[in-house]
Structures are given as C-alpha cells and as structure tokens.
C-alpha cells in the first residue's frame, strides 16, 4: 500500500512491507494446510450468519453438519495416523486448527472436542485395538465422542476427581459410578446431544486397591438414546460457544468390558493384576495426562488467530474512520493518526506477533515430541510448560485485545455483524478451558522451582511448597542469587556493572537482558520467601496463599521472556530487507512495551531509573509512531479471508 | 455473619460489620425509592430467563411490557414534574436508575431511552407546549420515542453531524433531510421497532443562514406504520442488550411544524428570524448538550451497580469453592483463602465503594442543578466533567470487574444461568454510548486546562490547543509548576520536604496527597508540551495527537481523586464504630491500589523510592488478607435481591 510519508517522523527511512512475502514467513511451513483451511472457511463463511440467525437447537446440528464436511477435505484428521485415515503429521494438524480460528469458534473448539480432546485421548491413551475400533470413525466425525474429565467440583485439579471405577474380576468388567452429585462430570463439549461414546476419567479401583485416575471407553448413547444407567443434562445456554452442545454426565453402575480401559500405560489382566509400564503413580497420572498438550498448545494458537481478526477489523476501520478536524482547514482526522489510538492498538498488533512466533516455537516442539523424533522426558516436560505458559498468554491477550479492539470501533464494534460480538463471547472461556489460567502459570513455576523433578509432579502445591523449601531451596536460591544473576545478564552485555545504564533501548540483548533479570530475580525471590514462610510457619497452605501472586508473576515473567527470544530468534532468521526492518520495529516495540507494562518492577528492583523508565516510554511512544504507516500490511500479512471480516461499514 | 478469626493476622481486632446498617448508609436518602425498584426487579425476575428463552422480536416485546409496567410502579417517572404525572425529584429518579441496574440491562437501557434520553430532551430543550404535548403520554411509556443524535459518520463529535433542518418561512414548516448516507441516524434505541416520535437533531439552517445543532420532534411512525418520508432500518443483532431495538434513520425532507423545534433554548419566528437568549452559538450548543449530563450520570451509577451483581455472586462463590488442598491433611482450601484470589476480587470491592460514594456525589450534584438549588454556570460545568469523568471510570470499572469476576468463577462462569454472560455483552457498551470514555476524559481535560471558560467550549481539541497555548498557559504552568504544587501539598502534610517519605501509608492526607499531585503535575505537563508543541509545529491536530495520551491520563487522575476524595469524606462521616473501621480499611485498599497500579509514574516523578513501592504493595496484600473476612458482609450489604443473583450452583 502506499504510505502516508508525512506520517512519520522526519529523516528516518519507512520500510515497504511486501505483504505476500511476509505472509509466506508467517505461514512457514504448513502454508498449504493454512490455504486448505482457509478456502474451506470462504467456503463456509456463512456460518457466521447462522450463528446469529439460527435457533440454539438448530446451530448446533449446523456446526456438526459443518464438522463433518470439514472432516472429508482431510483438514481436520491432519494429526492421526495414515493407516487410519489421518493425515500422519502433528505440526499441520495443530496449523490447520489454529487458521481455523479465523472462523466461528464454535466450529474450532468443537473440531478441537472431536479430533483432540475425544480422539486424541483414543489415540494417545489407548492402544492398537482402540485404534483400529474408533479411530478410522471418528476420523470421519462419523462416530461422535467426548471426552469426561472435568467435574462440577474439580475444574483444574484432576487428580482429585470423584468418580470410580471399579473392577470386577467376576464378570471382567468394569463399573463406573458418579459418587456424588459433585462428581458429575460438567461442561463436557458434545455431551448434550452428539457423542455416543465417551471418554471418561475414573478413579480406578481394583482388587480394594486405589490406582487412581485412568480413562475408559464408555457408550453413552446408543441408536441416538441415552444408555442405560447414563444419565446426561444439558448445560445449557453458555456467554458464547453456543455450537457446541456441552452437558453434564453422571454413571450409576455404568458396566464396561476391561478392553474398555484405554490401556497404552496401565491395564488389568482378566484376574485383576493391575500392570503399568510406570511405577510411580504421581508420574503415570501426568504422563496420561501430558497427552492434554495438544489441546493447550491448539488453544493457544486459535487465541493468537482470534486475537488476528480483531486487530484486522479494528485496523482497517482506524484508517478510515475520521473523527473531530486536525485542525481548522483540514477534514476530521482518521483515528489512527491519533497518539492514542495507536498507543491503544499497534502495541497490541507487536504482541501478536510475538505470540504468533512462540506459537511456531511450541508447535515445532509438540510435532518433535508427539512424531517421536526429539522425544524424552525433559523435552515433554519442557513441551507442558511451554504448552502451558503460551496458553495462558494466548489467551489473556485475546481477550485483551478484542475488548480494546471493539472499544476502538465504538458503536459500531457492538453490532453483531462486525464479528466482535462472536469473537467476545466465544473466545472468552479460552481463558478457564484445557487448564485456568493461573493454574497453568503454577504448573509453570513448578516446573521451573523444581527443574521438573520427575518424582515431584503432582499438581498440587503442597508438593512444590515442600521440595522448593527442602532439598532444593539452596540450589534454586544459589542458582538465582542477586549476585550470580548479574554476572549472568552482564555477560551478555557489554556495559560491566552498568550494563542496565548504558545499552541501547533497541538492543536485543539488552531487552532480553531486561526480561531474564526480571525473571529469574522473581522465582528466586519466591523460592526464598516459600523457605522463609515454611521456617516461621509449618502450614504450606498458608505459606502458599501468600506467596501465591508471586509465583504466578514469576511464571509470566518466564513465558514473556520465551515470547521475546522467539520473536528477536525470528528477526533475526530473516534475510536482510525492509521486511526484516519493519520487524525489527514490531519486535523492539513488543520488547519496550512489554518492559514498559511492568517497568514500576524494574524501577522496585534497581534495573530502572526514573529517567531512562520514561526514556523507555517515549520510545514506545515513537515506536509507534513508525509502526503506524505500516498497520494495514502487518494486519494484512495475516491473509484473513476477507469474507470473514464481515464488518462491511467498518472495513469497508 | 460469622467470620474465621483464623483467617485474619494476629494482633488485629477484627471488624463484625452490622449489615443492615451498612445497607442503609449505602442507600441513603433514596432508600425509599431503592426498596421500591429492588421490589420490582423481584416481581419481574423471569425476565433475566426470558431473555435467554425468547426470540430476538418477543424479547424485545417483553421489555416494551416491561418498561410500561415499571412506569406504572412510578419508578421510572421520579424525574418529571409532578404536574404531568412525574415524581418531581431528579435525585430520586437517577438512584431508581442505578438500582434498576441489578436485573437485566436491557430493561434499564430501554428505561433510559424512554425517560432519560427522550423525555429528558422533551422536558429539558422543550418548552411548556411540548411538556404538555407529550409528558403524560410518555411518562406511562403509552408514547414511546427516541434520541436520534448519533450518526454513523458522526459519533463522539456531535457538533459536526450532517442531517439538515432548513425552515421553510413560507409553510412554516422545517424540512428535515439526511445529507448524505454518513449523515443517517445510528444505533438510535427505540427506532427499529417501537418510537412514535423521535427528537432529532439537525443543523438548523434559516433563511440561508447555519445556526448549528437543533433538537426537533418527528414523528418516525403513525399508527405502527413507518412516516413518509422516512426510512427506518434495523441495527439488527448487537453483542448485548437485544430487548433494546436500536435501529437507523434516514430522513427525505421530512416537514414539521415550526412548534416542532424545541425551543427552550433558541427559536424562529413564523417569518424566519432566528432568537436565542445565548448570543454564542458555541455556548448554546454546549448548553443544549449539558442536557445529556443526567444520561451519563445515569450510565455511571448502572455501570457501578451491574459491578456489584457481578461480584457478589464471585465472592459468594469464592467462599464456598474449594481447590486443591492447602494441607495434606486438610479439606481442599476455598477459593478466597488464596493470597491471588484475594487480588484479584477485594480491591474491586473497594474501588466498587468508592465509585458509589463519587456516585452519590455528583448524582447530588446533578439534582441540586436541575432542581435549580444549586445552578449556576460554574457549578454546571463542573457537573458536566465530573459526570463525564464518573462515567468514564465507572463504565470501564464494570467491564473489568466483570471479566475478572467471570474467570473467577472458572467454566462456570460461562455458563448463561449465572449471569456473568449477560452482565458482560450487556454492559460492554457502556464504554462508548453516552459519550465515548476516551472523548469524555478529553473534555474533562479540556474543562480542567481552560477553567471551563465559556467562551472555549467547543469540544474540538483545536480549542482547546489554542487555548492552552495561547493566554492562558503561563497561568496554567505557573498554578501547576512543580515548585507551587510541592508548597501546596506539603500544607497539607506535617512531613515538610520530605512529605511523601515520611507520611504513614495508612494516613488519608498523605493518599489524597499524592493523587493531588500526580493529577497536578500531569496537567502542568500537558500545557507545558502543548506549548512547546506549538512553538515548534504549527499543526494543532499533530501537537494534539502526541500529547494526547498525556490528556487522558491527567483527566483519568484528576477523577480518581474526585473519588478518593468522595470516598474519604464519607469514611469522615461514619458514626466511630465497627463499619467504620471496615470502610477505612477499604478505604485504604482503594487508595493504596490506586497508588500501587501507578506507581511507575510515581516512582519516575520522585513521590516514591523503590523501598517505598514496594512497602505500598505489601500493605495492600495487607489490606486484602483484613478485608477478606469482610467481603460477603461488603457484597451483602448492596441489597440485592438474591432471584437476581441467580447462579444456582455458584451462590448456593
């Protein structure tokens, strides 16, 4: 497009975006998957009307009608395996679910309950025989499923859930059991009206012995009616995600054959010797449970797409819309001339960038993992924090940006039509759904408080709480001290002591520096104030409590400094040119606003003047400023369908 | 209630709040009418089921039936004189308002439409032939109408809007006509379905002359069937508040009467001579829009009010949650035990009290104004901006406790049934209708810069610019220097120099100290770079759109100390006792939050050292753990009806 020259600041060279070649860097290597998603989106663009037009009974038979049709271009089978009907290849699949984003979401999480929570958990949990029984189906959307895990009484702490299944050696079956009304199973997507078989998570029991929680096969309807013994409620009218038909389940006595337990890590022989390839029954329970990593990396990217149409929509309308004269003989100004409305927005359009690049990050990770060729323990649990970090950043920041977003379209932003009503409403449970968000934060700083220790992995805090404040305090306090942290981050800088003072704002090095320091003086912080609370005080649940914000802040600290390193890592893969140029701008902008956003910590922590902190805000100020020019093509990069902007007075 | 004394630090007398008292205090003088509207929100409850079961046109029914049966009650009628059937008390009218904004919002949208928007533009800009006209009828909502002044190309900036009024002398008659397609009536409430009339506003052309901005009545419909002349559209399906029917309006040389203007203000002769007691067309225009001030001070107090549905049904629910456990021998702890769960929702308690107690100030305000007890110029003009501002922050205070109040309460708080889904669609709009938060905070700005000179009131930043760079900013920098403003709060506080060091964090002086101070200082500030600016650039639209995130932020302080300052006085005026203590501990917590979420700015203008900063945010994770026993006597005192609440499995 052709800039405005007058619009930037005088004697610096504005770079010319060449969108196409930029879209193709986005793109990477799932290009071909993403342009099958999007021409089956353009295809079905009018499911956007239907969700408005449609009854709440009707819509959701369209989005399963839709889910199917889907399912027969191949876009949405692209992670099983070939010898079932699938596509073999895990990156493209978690691509083609994240471009599906551009679209109703409705459509994207039920895709995401039938391909990955329902047949991810038959394909990682189960074995051959499950594989061949369900997974041909359900590839298809043929055979509908759900997946039974959250119960009205434990949301996030799964291992604490109530319903049983016992073995009984008698007649090699077993018997799964809702025990109480807060063991029902809630908010479970393609329960209501459309599964017929479910995977349940069921405390097993055998031989009188606890084994804990496992995941068995279960009919729920048969022929199109209830099964017997199951009982299952609707949940209901939901804030947004209407499509999906979520419900309530509860067994009384359900009788399942022992093949239906999905096997791949425990099993019962007929006579009831529960068997399992791992010992430990904390490290069984988080291995069947990392196969949940893909719905959490999934999430995460269909949040940074989200985030994508919001931006695109209120971009465009900034451009145009003209609001009060610039001055007297001029036309009203287009708000995003305005300092304000690009203060409001382009900060926003760096951040999805940023994410969009740690994205790539963890996706390339899951397929390595998942296609078994950089696959041990400390890369999966390195994945599941990665998976759970970017998830909980993904999705705080569609949330954030879709609200400024239709605040910047005003009026207009309510109306149904302009996309913002749908991307709200549906987008909003991201933020609680595959795992809240601050309880994956926890899991986070667990990870990085204990390095992961295999033998710690339960959820719980009490775990952390104890092993950060026992053995290994001395070496997390060591390893973070204010002292060795310094030489750590002025290694990397050339300024000695003043490496903080001196450096270039733009420096990479230096920004990364910033975030590091912040980092890990926050997680060693925690870890001397767990050790410090324990000495005074012997109830972890209250040394916890108070430590709580810290330890969340600590693990956003770390997520934001992984989004940076793939973000600078990127720019700096990229051949020399304006378009290196113009992300280099994004980049330092993600970096300064992002340093900006907590620069009250860095001022508390002695990495911050007051001078050089409203150094850092002016540039964010001029770094906006230059981005300006470039918004339209760094939306357009995106390559949205344009069909599914909608918007027609906003985008015009 | 009982409280855990457990959960409170040592050495601390804890607070019993007496409920009732405290309900009473908070409804204050309008308990009468408050109790009255609680009363009816309980008789038409279904109605917050019947907007999730009804179709968008039978809703929007049901809340025509609806609004006419609260008229009936005499709720809705409070601010009409008594002679047409009205209760004759403005006060009473805008608390029947804010307490309306317990149910559902579209009720209280379509409340506003009616009797704020168009009946306050009958009484306020007509004369007694339009009171007589049209007050009965519209009063019992047997006449329905709109406000039709927005226009989709004009929004915010109402001055500039495109639809023409030209009086015909020879038929006596105003011919009133859409311009252009931009110039069409937008997002009017009441149009697409139910208004008989609408008060358009028009520029008003006579005898070849432009005389600005002039609200005119229009029949839009006669006998249900749309007028001649004009085309009415559906805005059709918005985020929220679909029981509203907002539509367009295109006007094809409509003609009305010469009575048809209303003519409080201005008038024209049969033969075309135009007459106003207001010489300046500015000023005329600004009198004629200070009508508006009762719709955002109605705004402000429904968005406050909507906040606490919002968390009363969080806290209920955080205190009967129970997650992972704190203790390896205990229950799992309950949600509001946790030191974050504790951040997240208490300071929004607290600053949910504090816009109450701003909200009773300038709702007063608005009453001894239009009651003519207290009108002159000056006080109108410093009604007007703390309206806007009160509107500005009490809006965007809703959509952000919501949201946090709905990820609190996890999936559950998606789901319909608990309210959360339809607070937040409902209220997003807040933000932008009545005024756009950020335009409103520049007026406030505006107001504050020039001293509400009249002859300035131009909304138009370029006024503004001038102004402030012009005459006045020597006595703007001089009134704001650093120097001036240092003497000024150091009166205040023993400390000398060293005020801001040595004060006690907990000393009220010393909180309202430093919001003085910030709010000075960024003021100062902005004249001092709008100054600069012009010395160097003679492009007001450019010197405006750098410094105008500047002008935000100082109205955005100023206001926050008007609520400050609201909140301190009426701590003051509280009986010594037990809820006293527990209003100044909330008190606290608003202030020192306050502080805390700015404390980079203060930080970079010398007003805290780091030890300080951080001395602030752990006193307010103080605050939070004493408050905490408080919080469901706090939420329970706002009185409301518990079938309001809903959310079955969440308050329980």
């Not at 009203?332 to 001339?337: A, G, K, R």
């Not at 994205?359 to 990770?365: A, E, G, S």
């Amino acid at each position: 497009m052709v800039t405005d020259s007058a619009a930037s600041p005088r004697g610096y060279a504005q770079p010319v975006i060449d969108v196409q070649a930029l879209a193709q860097l986005l793109d990477g290597e799932y290009a071909e998957v993403r342009d099958l998603v999007r021409a089956n989106l353009t295809t079905y663009a009018d499911v956007l009307d239907e969700a408005e037009q449609l009854g709440f009974d009707e819509f959701r038979e369209r989005v399963r009608e839709l889910v199917v049709e889907l399912a027969a271009t191949g876009q949405t089978g692209m992670g099983f395996p070939e010898e079932y009907g699938g596509g073999g290849d895990i990156g493209a699949s978690i691509a083609a679910f994240e471009t599906l984003a551009f679209g109703d979401l409705s459509v994207l999480v039920k895709v995401g309950v039938q391909f990955g929570l329902f047949g991810g958990a038959i394909l990682h949990l189960g074995t051959e025989r499950h594989h061949r029984a369900y997974l041909p189906r359900l590839i298809t959307g043929e055979l509908m499923g759900c997946f039974a895990m959250t119960e009205t009484g434990h949301g996030s702490n799964v291992q604490a859930l109530g319903t049983l299944a016992r073995y009984d050696a008698g007649s090699q079956e077993f018997v799964i059991t809702t025990a109480t009304d807060q063991a029902r199973k809630d908010y479970i997507g393609n329960a209501a009206r459309h599964a017929e078989l479910a995977v349940v998570f069921a405390q097993l029991e055998v031989g009188g012995e606890q084994r804990g929680v496992h995941a068995f096969v279960v009919p729920v309807r048969v022929d199109g009616e209830v099964a017997p013994g199951v009982r299952i409620e609707d949940d209901g009218r939901k804030m947004g995600l209407n499509g999906v038909d979520n419900g309530r389940i509860w067994f009384d006595g359900v009788r399942v054959p022992r093949e239906a337990l999905l096997d791949r890590f425990a099993g019962v022989t007929p006579e009831g010797d529960y068997r399992s390839p791992i010992d430990n029954p904390d490290r069984r329970f988080f291995t069947m449970l990392g196969t949940l990593v893909q719905g959490r990396v999934s999430v995460a990217g269909g949040a940074v797409n989200a985030s994508k149409v919001a931006l695109a929509v209120a971009t465009k309308y900034a451009e145009r819309r003209r609001q009060f004269r610039a001055a007297s003989d001029a036309d009203e100004q287009v708000l995003l001339d305005y300092g304000m409305h690009q203060r409001r927005l382009l900060p926003l359009i760096a951040r999805t960038y940023a994410l969009h690049f740690a994205q790539d990050v963890v996706r390339t990770q899951l397929h390595e993992v998942f296609s078994g060729t950089g696959d041990d323990e400390h890369a999966r649990r390195e994945l599941e924090a990665r998976a759970a970090g970017t998830k909980a950043l993904g999705t705080w920041h569609a949330t954030r940006t879709i609200q400024e977003c239709r605040e910047a379209c005003g009026g207009a932003g309510y109306l149904a039509v302009n996309r913002f009503a749908a991307l709200k409403a549906d987008s909003d449970v991201f933020s609680t759904f595959e795992g809240d968000n601050h309880v994956l934060l926890q899991l986070v700083a667990k990870g990085l408080l204990t390095h992961h220790a295999s033998e710690f992995e339960n959820m719980d805090q009490l775990g952390m709480v104890r092993y950060v404040t026992g053995l290994a305090v001395e070496t997390v306090i060591e390893k973070t001290s204010a002292h060795k942290l310094l030489e750590r981050v002025r290694d990397l800088l050339p300024g000695g002591d003043e490496w903080d003072r001196e450096a270039g704002l733009l420096d990479p090095e230096y920004q990364l520096a910033m975030l590091r320091f912040r980092e890990e003086h926050m997680l060693a912080g925690v870890a001397r104030r767990l050790k410090r609370g324990m000495d005074q005080d012997s109830d972890p649940g209250a040394v916890f409590s108070r430590v709580q914000d810290h330890v969340i802040a600590g693990a956003h600290a770390h997520v934001e400094r992984l989004v940076l390193e793939a973000f600078a890592d990127k720019v700096k893969e990229v051949p020399e040119g304006d378009d290196k140029v113009a992300l280099k701008l994004l980049c330092d902008l993600f970096a300064l606003s992002t340093i900006e956003a907590d620069r009250a910590w860095f001022m508390e922590h002695g990495r911050l003047t007051a001078q050089r902190s409203k150094a850092i805000r002016r540039e964010v100020t001029d770094l906006c400023r230059k981005v300006r020019p470039l918004a339209t093509d760094l939306v357009d990069a995106w390559n949205i369908p344009p069909r599914l902007l909608r918007s027609p007075d906003l985008v015009g």
